[in-house]
């Protein structure tokens, strides 16, 4: 009845839910043009991954790295969290082919040490509640049985060590913090430098690796040492006067003393570089205090170098285990570079072999309490339509020589634009040449078979879904080719230092902008990076508008919130598309006047054809996604509303009787409702006859529409999508003879 049911929910428009139609995808079943599993073949030895000219590639047939026969290898994925990294036995190898057909080659391991579990069969954590590392081998053989499945349909892993544990001072024999204070939530950044700690981490990480069996495994594609945490950031952030107390204070302050009599020998040298001292204060007596963040900027440059040098020894030190236990080839990488600290991420991980990044549009945010289920809002906004300016400084926050990714983005839900993140991230990736994008994230669970949409998860958030194979095949087979011109732009010592104490955090473009001029929106004409450089300062373009790519396959136009895709196999339109008609290459897009005026609308060929002269397309059009009510009566769809009234934010209308602000982030309940984006589409193509099928929840083919929606045009046809009569659905298989 299920299965029925999910192929019957698209044809069902309900009128009273004013431009909404039911729509829910069949992930088990998904096949047909919807189906890009064409692009994954089981990884054997040969697909083993390593990090070669600044890039990631597979070693090839030889076995050996840096030989001819190396490939490229771009990584494209969602990450699996809690307890969606355990699925049971019988789960293990349905997900796996889910999200191969979804074209995913990478799935990011997360938060698998966040909540050990006191009873082992739970499997909601790598760990159980006994002395840290104490792995749960119910978990390990599910995971074990995760890898083997995600390998046989060709998917790697990013085995992330510490993201969330929290060290129990009596259980663990770490020191507790005075008076009744607690340790700072998932230990950060006491977890960096306490040596106890940093031991137990190797220790888990010898123990983790070993338990996997993955020396040698291809499935193990790299290794991310610590989630969003160093002591930099800490100290930008204004976290160490905070939590680094009692015996931790007093080990930072040994290791800050004999840092400074490394480097400065004696009192009166250190006095003179500083230009004064407090005279109880001496290297003599290894008492000198750690620097508050208004100290002068000769102590700051001090202390943010000494923190840099111990996020560097702390990532040392787990890198060497990792080689120890697998081999020196495995990627590795510290923490995310803006929780790095930002420019001096790039000191700090020297060692490392390459860079990762985070970044979220309109993340949730928590006015009173983080992490309320029923007390949160969002602004409800859209990444085209505010100049695209988060992934303008993830572009300058890359570091030339050294692979590129980013682990964790998402525009969550209920933001009503969100259907333009996946595919638009995937070709500015594409034409930035980074190495790997991770959706965060495929299930925070096991409830796999859920139907509604919930929070960050990908799995029943059918608005990302439906469009999520297309972004793949432009990312990993480079349908938006890379910009032709790499503009470097160096950044000296003084420069990070500077940024560094001021705060800068992750706002790389922000700084370079204020620092030198930088225009962010270069990164929208040419590739950018950076690189550790004294070298002077280089002469840059200014950016005329529209903002066109070097290769003219993108084209942002500011002013209209409209980003333009017109690559030979992939073309689309994303933003605020009004009643204008926009052309993007082989397509012009206009809305319908039912429409609410924000397209994500993209059409790719099936065939490795140029579009016009393809015998097989998709084109998606999906819209925002609610569930229903819980407690409606009669059964309506979720609202958006303003949060307490305010029209700058908005959130979930809460249950009848709440008394909250907030419905949670996952009450829906089934049926799922899409919006409707009634539109227009104008296909530039060489053939004579253009049959077009809606398709079902499972990616088949529907009754085609009818001749009335098919126009004739001159070089080509216009298709009425999504028209009052039609079948409703968010995807279409154009066939071409």
């Known amino acids: 009845m299920r299965t029925l049911l999910a192929l019957t929910l698209v044809l069902v428009p309900l009128a009273a839910q004013e431009n909404f139609y039911r729509f829910a995808a069949d992930p088990d079943r998904l096949g047909g043009a919807a ?12 697909d083993r991954l390593f990090v070669r000219d600044g890039h990631f590639f597979r070693v090839g047939k030889d076995l050996k790295p840096n030989t001819g026969d190396d490939e490229r290898v771009r990584l494209f994925g969602t990450n699996a969290v809690f307890s969606g990294a355990f699925p049971e036995e019988g789960d293990a190898d349905r997900i796996a082919r889910r999200l191969r057909k979804l074209g995913v080659n990478v799935v990011r391991l997360h938060h698998m040490d966040t909540s050990p579990d006191r ?55 770490v020191p507790e913090l005075p008076g009744s204070a607690r340790l700072p939530s998932q ?59 009692g015996a931790y204070k007093t080990e930072l302050e040994r290791q ?106 309109d993340h949730y945010n928590f006015p009173n309490v983080r992490w309320d289920a029923r007390d949160w809002r969002i602004r409800d906004s859209s990444s085209v339509g505010s100049g695209l300016s988060t992934f303008l400084n993830i572009a300058a926050s890359r570091e030339l020589g050294r692979p590129y990714t980013i682990s964790e983005f998402n525009q969550p839900w209920p933001n009503r634009q969100a259907a333009e993140i996946v595919p638009t991230l995937a070709a500015f990736g594409a034409f930035q040449d980074w190495d790997g994008l991770m959706q965060f994230a495929y299930s925070h669970n096991r ?45 000296s010592r003084q420069w990070r230092l500077r940024a560094g104490r001021e705060r800068r955090l992750g706002a790389v473009a922000a700084f370079l902008e204020a620092a030198a001029g930088y225009d962010p929106s270069l990164a929208l004409l040419h590739r950018v990076g950076l690189r550790k450089s004294e070298a002077a300062w280089p002469a840059l373009p200014k950016p005329a508008t529209p903002l066109r790519a070097d290769t003219g396959e993108l084209i942002y136009e500011r002013e209209a919130r409209t980003l333009i895709v017109r690559a030979p196999m992939a073309a689309g339109v994303f933003g605020y598309l009004d009643r204008r008609q926009v052309g993007a290459g082989a397509i012009e897009v206009e809305l319908a006047p039912s429409a609410r ?69 996952s009450a829906g309940v089934e049926p799922t409702w899409m919006e409707r984006v009634e539109s227009f589409l104008t296909l530039r193509t060489s053939g004579r006859r253009l049959t077009v099928y809606p398709l079902d929840g499972a990616g088949a083919r529907l009754a085609p529409l009818n001749a009335g929606a098919i126009e004739r045009v001159p070089g080509g046809f216009r298709l009425h999508l999504q028209a009052e009569g039609q079948p409703l659905s968010p995807w279409y298989e154009l066939v071409i003879e």
């Open 35 to 46: 189906d890009f599993s064409f692009l994954n073949r089981a990884l054997t030895p040969a």
């Open 119 to 173: 009873d082992p069969e739970e499997a909601r954590s790598i760990l159980t509640t006994g002395p840290y590392p104490t792995l749960n081998p119910v978990s390990v053989k599910r995971l074990r049985r995760f890898l083997d499945a995600l390998k046989a349909e060709g998917i790697y892993v990013n085995v992330n060590l510490h993201v969330g544990y929290e060290f129990r001072p009596q259980v663990d024999g």
């Open 187 to 245: 230990s950060k950044p006491l977890h960096v430098f306490y040596p106890r700690m940093v031991e137990l981490q190797v220790e888990f990480t010898r123990k983790l690796l070993q338990a996997l069996h993955l020396k040698g495994d291809p499935v193990l594609a790299m290794v991310e040492i610590n989630n969003e945490s160093s002591l930099v950031d800490a100290f930008q952030r204004g976290l160490l006067e905070r939590t680094v107390l």
């Open 256 to 361: 800050w003393n004999a840092f400074l009599l490394a480097k400065y020998k004696d009192t009166s040298a250190l006095r003179a570089a500083w230009g004064g001292l407090n005279q109880v204060q001496s290297l003599e007596a290894r008492n000198v205090a750690l620097p508050v963040r208004e100290a002068p900027a000769p102590q700051l440059e001090d202390f943010l170098s000494f923190l840099v040098e111990r996020d560097a020894e702390y990532l040392r030190r787990m890198r060497e285990v990792v080689a120890e236990v697998t081999d020196r080839w495995v990627p590795v990488t510290g923490t995310q570079i803006g929780f790095g600290g930002g420019l001096l991420h790039f000191d700090s991980h020297a060692g490392m072999d390459y860079n990762d990044n985070h970044f979220y549009i």
């Open 447 to 491: 409830n796999w078979d859920s139907k509604v949409t919930s929070g960050f998860d990908l799995n029943a958030d059918w608005t990302k879904f439906v469009s999520f194979g297309q972004a793949a095949l432009i990312y990993r087979r480079g349908l938006v080719q890379p910009g032709r011109k790499m503009i470097e732009l160096p950044v």
């Open 597 to 665: 005026g924000f397209a994500a609308i993209l059409a790719t060929a099936l065939d490795e054809q140029p579009l016009e002269k393809s015998r097989r397309l998709l084109v998606t059009l999906p819209g925002c996604t609610f569930g229903t009510q819980p407690g409606s009566d009669p059964p309506r769809m979720q609202r958006l509303i303003p949060y307490a009234g305010d029209e700058g934010w908005f959130t979930i209308e809460p249950e009848p009787g709440s008394g909250r602000p907030s419905g949670p982030r």
